[in-house]
DNA sequence: ACCTGACCTGAATCACACC
DNA sequence: AGGTGTGATTCAGGTCAGG
């Protein structure tokens, strides 16, 4: 396999574009000037580019999944689960040492003011950020990327895995890294960036499929996640290196913003189907570049927020306008009725009889002058607070 | 074995309780009946604890790399690349040995079926999650604190640092855990929670003082994520561990939450002060605290016994709610469907050529007004009559 | 044109009691 | 202790067909 990979290569170069190898940058193949895609393995790649010559890497390694079996949904569809040769590994060590190979490689080719990303999951991003900082990286911020609609926890055995990790490092301590504060700040309604971010999944048109309409790539990451990470930490003009360039949603991206880049795949039809979509992006009016705001938080407030924050306190007594019902508070934010637990809206329509119900109308507590007033008002006090109207 | 927790104190230990060590659980200090706070290094302390006691274990370790001296030598640590700079390396062994020396100690004093939480940084986190796994640890999920009110960066070098990571790991990977799932979904919209959670810092009247107003503990926890902690992952009466119990937040919650707590702590004014603080905390009423019984621990109910009982007649055809499929009741409990003989489940199944199904809410029977009612309804009446809901 | 509802899908470490 | 059978479990958002 891996000879198929740079089996075309002339002896002591192995690396080689796709296409037009030109010796000077070149962009026959409408990726943009000076910049490139090259086949082969990661770290052999690395190794032959000439060290110093990038200004930032962008890197979505294999996360190490580790599953154990598949899993259905309640509706008893099958879960098209990241079983792919390239996520397997025998041992946490393993695992490691390929860490390390390509975090050492990738160091190497850095500037000396040039800064890494990293993005992983709970799986792999603990092994990735103890090697980064082993080998002298200097970590920045670590970021999260809040799915906005993630897959859900079928078997309800474990919170929603809702995001993943990114880590920003650079090259070292002393590094005087590229951060474009203001512009950042500009837009995002004049407050700083925070180190969490809300984004979609890449669904929809964005998504790449291949000739039946699957999707072509299994963790093609949204391009809007790729937008902030150059937007925030790079320039126009900057080298942008992804050394596990899949789908080239880094490639798009960087042509787009009006970045080089250098993309390693060691798939072909990877490399390929990248090379294609590229190829069709315009890059932006260079007066456009720095404009995004950060996605408005999801309105819906949580009764045990309330609860958390005192503003209801676990073992009230909650009623109707009318006082015929009655349920307990629960420290969770679930309600007791007798033997029954549930949401205020589930207990709130089982008293009654009801198919439904909203509790936050339904239930009222007493105020301090023996009245009732619905839980709903408390609700709009924690929307205050959270700048949501 | 309740009594070995407290019995192991000795003179010449360097292990005591802050007040009243006595053999038998005991309230004299207004903890909480089988609470204690125990002075002295944490992972003597560890030692000294019987193995398998602890139902869940919640950490704040500290980062601060000049607590270091007083760490234990490293023991198992990497020996890696040979360009690493020296210093930084031996201050990063230095941490993880210690990380691993409290973890260890922390996983023999946890039951077979517990688990372990650890919050932390990007400077600890990689670190502490790494040591996690490499001793056998199962994460389960890792979970961001996003914090309402973060500092914000002050000089505009980085995105304001405003989440902390949890990890929540199982003792090992066929651990049994505790998931409180059904509770945490009510209290949250009736949607399951995700893994971000926003909850405000600790301060105003929360956050403890010292006698000149100053801020008593330099980390103090938001009584919020605590609880969630808690109930998301214990039950009321569990045993809750501290290694690094501060200014004494896990076992003010503990005790507001019905759990018991063991606190360890070296400082003798933090241990005091959280000593002061915890007497001053009112457990919930009970009757917000009861555990409930979920559909998964409801008693298991035989279809055979509803025909038994005369609720379903053997010969009786059943259909799923659209009319679809059909299959007659055998007397002895099964579903015959054509030539096919087998359980509600597996005859579901069968039909409708799925992998899995649950008889119970697929299968219906005509009511007395021609109306489909699923069977699951006649499950419910004999739970009723057993006394369980 | 617009709405409704069925259907599909996403980096996932997703049982457990009983014999 | 290993094999077997029961039976609990999903959210946001997109596409697409049909009215």
Redesign the interface.
Known sequence: MRSSLNGTARSGDRVRAVRSPSLVPSDSAGLGFGSRIVLGDCIQVLDALPPASVDLIFADPPYNLQLQRAL?RPD?SLVDAVDDDWDQFES?AAYDAFT?AWL?AAKRVLKPDGALWVIG???N??????A?????FW??????W?KAN?M??FR????????E?L??ASRDAKARYT?N??AL?AGNEDV?????WFIPLCTGDERLKDGAGRKLHPTQKPEALIARVLL?SSKTGDVILDPFFGSGTTGAVAKRLGRRFIGIERDPAYAAAAEARIALIDPLPEASLANFTTAREAP??????L???GLVT??TVLTDDKRRYVA?????????SG?????I??IGALVQGAQACNGWTFWHVNDNNGRLSPIDALRARIRE??GVL
Chains 1, 2 share one sequence.
């Open positions: 259905h008893d946490f390390r050492k999951s709970y799986h991003i603990f092994r990735v950020g103890t980064l900082q082993d080998l002298g970590v920045l911020n670590d970021v999260i809040r993630p859900p926890n309800g055995r474990r919170f929603t895995n809702a995001h990790t880590i920003w951060f504060y203001e700040k700083q960036v925070r180190s969490d925030s819906r407030v949580a009764f045990s927020s609860v958390e924050r676990a073992g307990t508070v629960r420290p969770d934010g679930s309600l007791m033997p029954q637990v549930g949401s809206h589930k607070e959270m």
